[in-house]
Structure formats: C-alpha cells, structure tokens
T-cell receptor, first 119, second 110 residues
Framework: GAVVSQHPSRVICKSGTSVKIECRSLDFQATTMFWYRQFPKQSLMLMAT?????????EQGVEKDKFLINHASLTLSTLTVTSAHPEDSSFYIC???????????????FGPGTRLTVL | AQRVTQPEKLLSVFKGAPVELKCNYS??????LFWYVQYSRQRLQLLLR??SRESIKGFTADLNKGETSFHLKKPFAQEEDSAMYYC????????????FGQGTELSVKP
C-alpha cells in the first residue's frame, strides 16, 4: 500500500531556532503533498499545498516566510519552521496525493505526524 | 464559503448501541465527501468516501444533497470503534485539498 513517512517523529527545540520536518512518500510518487497542523483533539488545519517543482500555495493566515515548504522531488517535501516560538508548538502532519495505479481518485495518504515542542 | 461542521465534539455510547456521527457541509458545487478515522496514537486513515457507497467496518454514510449532510452510521458499536472521526470535503479545481470538520471523538463503553 501507499505509505507516507515523516521525520522526525518528535522534536524539541529552543525558541528562535529553525526546525526542518521531512515528509516522504515511500512507495509512490506524489506530485502534490499537503501540510497540516493539528491541535490536541481538534481538527486538521491545512497550512499549504506543495507541488513538486513549484512554489507552495499557502492558506490564508499562514505565514509563508515562517513556514518554508520545499518539494524538491516527487517523493520528498520539507517544512521548515523558522525562528520557532512556543506558539508554534503543535502536531504537524503531511499527506501525499496518490494517483494512477495507486489511487484512481487521488486519495491522500497521511504521515504519522511530527510533534514539535518549542521551549 | 466551504465549511464542514461536526456538531458533536464527543459521542459516548455503550457497546452494541447504534451510532450516528453527524456531518454537515457547505459548498456551492458538487463536492466529494469523506470520513477519516484516527485511532489512538495512529495516523489518520480513510474510512470511506461517498462515491464508493461501501460499508467499511460496519460503517456507512449516505450523502444527502438536500440536507447537505453526510452522517456516519453503524448499527452496533464495538469498543474498537473508539477513535476520532473526521468528516472531510474535497471540491473540484482546488488542487485536491481537503477541508476537515472539527472532529468527533467516539467513545464506546463496555
């Protein structure tokens, strides 16, 4: 089946530092990847849509200079939280859109998430 | 505006009781509707989608365009059904992005 991994699974950093989170589609190519933020027992908030080889499309209210997204290949997208602050502490989840032989209806497969804690 | 509303934050039932998790949506066109489930400490996974009209783990959901609803139902809840359930909408020409509801925590007690 289609598997999406995220690394790291959890990270603790000091305020002011930058943190990079990787999202990989392990057994399929994903033209489009999505980044979400989830608060405890709350909904997933879409942050941005990442397309391979082009700039990400950010949702309203998401600071593109703070949350840098790079989708350099069909199997890897990265989210960098720059100059992190305690309010950025959250659970970040990525998903990858599968098409063709993997999914006839462009199903999104989700990663396990990354728990970011900013001290 | 596109919106998905799940009015119940928590739904608690006893094992064997019927379950209905409500979902209402707002969308100007013809959306695709999905139900996702997130078990404790596991990743989000697709439960079912309206197009396939299938039953997964005993759950069904019917799209009611008149009431703009996509409620999730199961006639007899099991303890292993305890999880967070999210209703999601996908519109056309939007790059495939999903709009999620707030989620409903289903707790099935023995």
């Amino acid at each position: 089946g289609a598997v999406v991994s995220q690394h790291p699974s959890r990270v603790i950093c000091k305020s002011g530092t930058s943190v990079k989170i990787e999202c990989r589609s392990l057994d399929f190519q994903a033209t489009t990847m999505f980044w979400y933020r989830q608060f405890p027992k709350q909904s997933l908030m879409l942050m941005a849509t990442s397309n391979e080889g082009s700039k990400a499309t950010y949702e309203q209210g998401v600071e593109k200079d703070k949350f840098l997204i790079n989708h350099a290949s069909l199997t890897l997208s990265t989210l960098t939280v720059t100059s992190a602050h305690p309010e950025d502490s959250s659970f970040y989840i990525c998903s990858a859109g599968a098409s063709g032989a993997v999914s006839s209806y462009n199903e999104q497969f989700f990663g396990p998430g990354t728990r970011l804690t900013v001290l | 505006a596109q919106r998905v509303t799940q009015p119940e934050k928590l739904l608690s039932v006893f094992k064997g009781a019927p379950v209905e998790l409500k979902c209402n949506y707002s969308y100007s066109g013809s959306p695709e509707l999905f139900w996702y489930v997130q078990y404790s400490r596991q990743r989000l996974q697709l439960l079912l989608r309206h197009i396939s009209r299938e039953s997964i783990k005993g759950f069904t959901a019917d799209l009611n365009k008149g009431e703009t609803s996509f409620h999730l139902k199961k006639p007899f809840a099991q303890e292993e059904d305890s999880a967070m359930y999210y209703c999601a909408l996908r519109g056309g020409n939007q790059g495939g992005k999903l709009i999620f509801g707030q989620g409903t925590e289903l707790s099935v007690k023995p």
